[in-house]
């Protein structure tokens, strides 16, 4: 089991940056990518960004080169730096972590963060 728990949301104005924070504890030892979703009301989920172990990353083209994940594999931490923020950006943001044991593979997601973009 993986528990993950997100910080670092909030309000912000359009242009401004935030820095979403993800720790991760338990069976942390089997954990392979790490990343961010996102959900906006009446939307359907959105990939954010995803890091793997080795710190190869991905995005999503709407934050292509706004936002910036890393992560620290001794502190079980991924971070997502979002900047030059956008009212369309406003959502609840989730942490979340693939699992690799035993042949199998588990998803695990964190309780959320909203952040919101005033425009």
């Known amino acids: 089991q993986v528990q993950l728990v997100e910080s670092g949301g909030g309000l912000v104005q359009a242009g401004g940056s935030l820095r979403l924070s993800c720790a991760a504890s338990g069976d942390t030892i089997c954990i392979s990518a790490m990343g961010w979703y996102r959900q906006a009301p009446g939307k359907e989920r959105e990939l954010v960004a995803v890091?793997?172990?080795?710190?190869?990353?991905s995005y999503a083209d709407s934050v292509k080169g706004r936002f910036t994940v890393s992560r620290d594999n001794v502190k079980n931490t991924v971070y997502l730096q979002m900047n030059s923020l956008k009212p369309e950006d406003t959502a609840v943001y989730y942490c979340?972590?693939?699992?690799?044991?035993?042949?199998?593979?588990?998803?695990?997601r964190g309780q959320g963060t909203q952040v919101t973009v005033s425009s």
């Open positions: 979340n972590a693939v699992c690799v044991s035993w042949g199998a593979t588990g998803d695990y």
């Open positions: 890091v793997s172990r080795g710190g190869s990353t």
